[in-house]
């Protein structure tokens, strides 16, 4: 449903995106990651026909982005970041704005925004002026615009930015339920998000793609993936740390505290293997006062920083 092949946009001698080549099929919710000026933003504003792109291509639904534009983009239901509005129009006022846009008239027209606001929970906040609401309900003024034509396509910018614990879980249900029928692209800095929603992880750094596959799939590239943590009391700590290091899967061993007396120990698998039975029975036999013992499937925070350029080291070759 999104094809897109070579994409490269240059600002000047700078490109923002380097020959990215992408393609994301129906019933897909495909996470958007990358460290702040990867081109994430650049990227989705050319899927959008928002920004031409130097050189390469993208299809929406088999139709081209420049040379097919108004039928791709009526194809795409956009939630761009900031949200962007007309602050002086009430919610129910810019909803009826856009559903005109989009072709709907009359009761087709009525439909189209009271489902759109259903869906995001809207109805307390219609009639105040969108500039007087706070970021939260913004973003979901927002997020019914881009659903009220019940596109095929979502290309949704941070959709959660701005929203509290339940309005997160309601917007991530909302697109969980939406995915079957849809290719959605979610970009996000909040990796739990990708975790909760996303079928599948891209990781961009500096216009590229660096890593592409399901969040399990990423997750088993973290040091912590199998990784075991067992909390014991600082006495009995100090006695389990050289035992620890003795299972021959166990490949290094890490730990905090004494925290009131409570020390926690990670041991770390070598080549992906299976510790929690071998930690657990060693645990068993010694009798150790054993307040936590949990294994871990992975961290997708390890791998976006051993995948993508730091920081410290973008600065240096910017200064260079």
Same mark, same amino acid.
């Given at each position: ?120 929970? =809207? ?9 007087? =609401? ?40 909302? =697109? ?133 350029t730091h920081d410290t080291a973008r600065a240096k070759a910017a200064a260079a």
């Amino acid at each position: 449903m999104i094809e897109i092949e070579g994409l490269t946009k240059r600002f000047g001698h700078v490109s923002a995106v380097a020959g990215l080549s992408l393609s994301v099929g129906k019933g897909e919710v495909l996470g958007f990651l990358g460290p702040n000026g990867a081109g994430k933003s650049t990227t989705m504003k050319m899927i959008t026909g928002y920004l031409a792109p130097t050189s390469g291509s993208i299809r929406v639904c088999g139709h081209d982005i420049e040379t097919d534009q108004i039928a791709a983009q009526s194809m795409i239901g956009y939630l761009p970041e900031g949200a962007p509005a007309y602050g002086d129009m009430t919610s129910r006022q810019f909803l009826q704005f856009i559903a005109g846009v989009r072709g709907f008239r009359g009761d087709a027209a009525k439909g189209a925004v009271a489902r759109a606001v259903a869906r995001t929970e =809207l109805t307390p906040v219609l009639d105040q002026p969108i500039e007087t =609401l706070s970021k939260g309900f913004k973003r979901r003024v927002g997020l019914a615009q881009a659903i009220l034509h019940d596109p095929p396509v979502l290309i949704m910018d941070e959709p959660t930015d701005g929203l509290d614990p339940n309005q997160k879980h309601s917007v991530r249900a909302l =697109l969980k339920s939406m995915a079957p029928q849809k290719a959605i692209i979610v970009s996000t800095h909040l990796l739990e998000e990708v975790e909760a929603v996303c079928t599948r992880a891209v990781i961009i750094d500096r216009g590229a793609i660096v890593a592409d596959g399901r969040p399990t799939e990423l997750l088993a590239r973290s040091r912590h993936h199998n990784a075991v943590t067992i909390t014991l009391p600082a006495p009995e700590a100090a006695m389990a740390v050289p035992k620890l290091k003795m299972l021959p899967t166990v490949a290094s061993l890490e730990q905090s505290g004494p925290d009131d007396g409570i020390v926690k120990i990670t041991a770390f698998p070598k080549s992906g293997a299976l510790l929690i039975e071998d930690v657990s029975a060693l645990a068993v036999r010694e009798k150790w006062t054993v307040r936590e013992l949990y294994a871990e499937a992975g961290r997708l925070d390890d791998v976006f920083r051993a995948i993508t350029t730091h920081d410290t080291a973008r600065a240096k070759a910017a200064a260079a």
